[in-house]
């Protein structure tokens, strides 16, 4: 999970330092805000999953949004990387 975070995160940082323009500090700031939210979605999900169905319902919800963060790797590097 923090491995798909990290990337996911460093994807974000790059687009916005790229195309952030006179709105960089304000879109950091959002990014930073994004991911606080999500700490507490993925609690709010883990503990749901392991309520559900104990700790391979944990293991599943934690490993959906690694499977979507891999899978959108390719689409988000592309679009970082075509941007310059």
């Given at each position: 999970?923090?491995?798909?975070?990290?990337?996911?995160?460093?994807?974000?940082?790059?687009?916005?330092?790229?195309?952030?323009?006179d709105?960089?500090?304000?879109?950091?700031?959002?990014?930073?805000?994004?991911?606080?939210?999500?700490?507490?979605?993925?609690?709010?999900?883990?503990?749901?999953?392991?309520?559900?169905?104990?700790?391979?319902?944990?293991?599943?919800?934690?490993?959906?949004?690694?499977?979507?963060?891999?899978?959108?790797v390719?689409?988000?590097?592309?679009?970082?990387?075509?941007?310059?």
């Amino acid at each position: 999970m923090g491995f798909s975070h990290a990337i996911v995160a460093a994807q974000v940082t790059a687009a916005i330092a790229q195309r952030g323009g006179d709105d960089t500090v304000t879109a950091f700031g959002l990014n930073a805000a994004g991911m606080s939210a999500g700490v507490f979605v993925g609690a709010l999900l883990g503990g749901a999953g392991l309520a559900v169905a104990g700790p391979a319902g944990l293991a599943v919800v934690l490993a959906l949004p690694v499977a979507v963060a891999g899978a959108l790797v390719p689409w988000a590097t592309r679009q970082v990387v075509g941007a310059e």
